[in-house]
């Protein structure tokens, strides 16, 4: 099996379209086309996000004869120094969902309404690489609101850096007139943290 038909596999195993991935990479949906269609190979960053993101080692994304290890295996039973995964943040998920996403998820991947980790996605996203639909803060964010220590990729408002008492009030007002009425609870907590 070759490094595009592994990445096609877990993209579909774990529910992201190519557009998602892309987004959480920081690349083109072209991008990841072509890495599937093994047209091109992701570099040696984008190979370790993968690997995090789909909880798999590198031997499994790049050597033929690796086969991907049980993901319920216990990474302290392990031998193999990189396949070893220490969880910084126990994963938590809401139990109540919304159109079956949880309303919110803390952990490495997090996936939901409101989502922290170091890769998260979802409505309103925090975490190192934030992609949200509409507030991401981290220290690469992207969103219809984005906030980032070093990258902010926002379609209304963007900031790297601090917040100025005109750049939070610029937030809150954007967030009232975009945000739907269903999400209000979701964001008056972001707008608590602003």
């Known amino acids: 099996m070759t490094l595009g038909d592994k990445l096609s596999k877990l993209r579909k195993e774990n529910n992201y ?15 990841i086309s072509k890495w599937e269609s093994n047209l091109a190979y992701p570099e040696t960053d984008k190979l370790i996000r993968i690997s995090e993101l789909f909880h798999c080692s590198l031997d499994y994304l790049l050597k033929d004869a690796v086969e991907r290890e049980n993901k319920d295996t216990d990474p302290a039973e392990e031998s193999d120094a990189c396949t070893i995964r220490i969880r910084k943040i126990k994963e938590k998920k809401s139990s109540k969902t919304i159109w079956g996403m949880p309303l ?56 790297v850096g601090e917040l100025s008492p005109q750049d939070t009030k610029v937030i809150k007002e954007t967030l009232d007139s975009t945000v739907p009425a269903v999400l209000s609870w979701a964001k008056e907590i972001i707008k608590m943290f602003l």
């Open 104 to 159: 919110w998820h803390i952990g490495k991947n997090a996936k939901g309404f409101i989502a922290i980790g170091a890769l998260s996605t979802g409505c309103f996203s925090v975490g190192a690489l934030a992609t949200g639909k509409y507030f991401a803060l981290g220290d690469s964010a992207r969103a219809m609101i984005a906030i980032g220590d070093s990258q902010a990729a926002g379609s209304m408002f963007q900031k």
């Open 17 to 31: 379209t190519q557009e998602q991935l892309a987004n959480v990479l920081g690349v083109s949906r072209q991008a």
